[in-house]
């Protein structure tokens, strides 16, 4: 007598062992876990307006200010922060090891010019603040036609 079997259980099979695994990674997504990729992550970041110039607040905790690049390129704010905590410990049996690397990177596109010149910069308890002076700019004034 011969056994046969359906075809489409293998395929069941694997469906459903493709939905465990799509479940638990988005368990561990929501607990805020690694995936397994290190990709730059967003900072969170305030722009705010004032007559003179703009204002960016960026959080950046555990950072220093050694660990973070600004830059300002066609009316856009890039921001960068890559920290390297790699510190070999003789004798040490680590469990878990997630703290090794971390990157911030954010890009804030800017409402108008600023004076790249006069941009500047200061960090307190990880939290960058970048006031960006607005380019002086001619009152308008109305024309003519002759």
């Known amino acids: 007598m011969s056994m046969r079997t359906n075809p489409f259980e293998e395929v069941e ?3 459903d062992r493709m939905g465990r695994q799509f479940e ?3 368990e561990r997504w929501d607990a805020g876990e690694s995936l397994g990729r290190r990709s730059p992550s967003a900072a969170p970041v305030d722009l705010i307006e004032h007559d003179a110039a703009f204002e960016v607040t960026v ?3 555990g950072f220093d200010r050694e660990d973070v690049e600004i830059r300002i390129t066609d009316h856009t ?3 960068n922060a890559e920290r390297d905590e790699r510190v070999e410990d003789e004798g040490t049996t680590y ?3 997630e703290r090794s690397r971390h990157s911030v ?3 804030v596109q800017l409402p108008e010019a600023v004076d790249t010149e006069a941009v500047e910069a200061t960090m307190s308890n990880g939290v960058l603040t970048v006031s960006l002076p607005r380019l002086a700019t001619e009152p308008s004034r109305t024309i003519e036609i002759e």
Do not use: Q, V
């Open 77 to 79: 704010l890039r921001i």
């Open 13 to 15: 099979r694997l469906f």
């Open 59 to 61: 959080d950046l905790p």
């Open 24 to 26: 638990e990674a988005a």
């Open 105 to 107: 990177s954010r890009a």
């Open 95 to 97: 469990l878990r090891r």
